[in-house]
């Protein structure tokens, strides 16, 4: 899930989701890679390179 100022903007199963609810939320140039490297993101379990299958 992912949260933004304690909104939840959603699910992201990929990092180019995860990229796409920050350019959302107007970090408008944060990519996948930027996404792995930013102190602004806290990683639960395993980390960037894990993730879920899609529902």
Do not use: K
Not at 17 to 39: H, K, N, T, W, Y
């Amino acid at each position: 899930m992912s949260r933004f100022d304690d909104e939840t903007l959603g699910t992201a199963y990929s990092l180019h989701d995860l990229s796409v609810f920050l350019q959302r939320a107007g970090l408008e140039d944060m990519d996948e890679v930027d996404v792995i490297d930013s102190p602004l993101i806290e990683w639960h379990g395993r980390g960037p390179e894990v993730w879920l299958a899609t529902p």
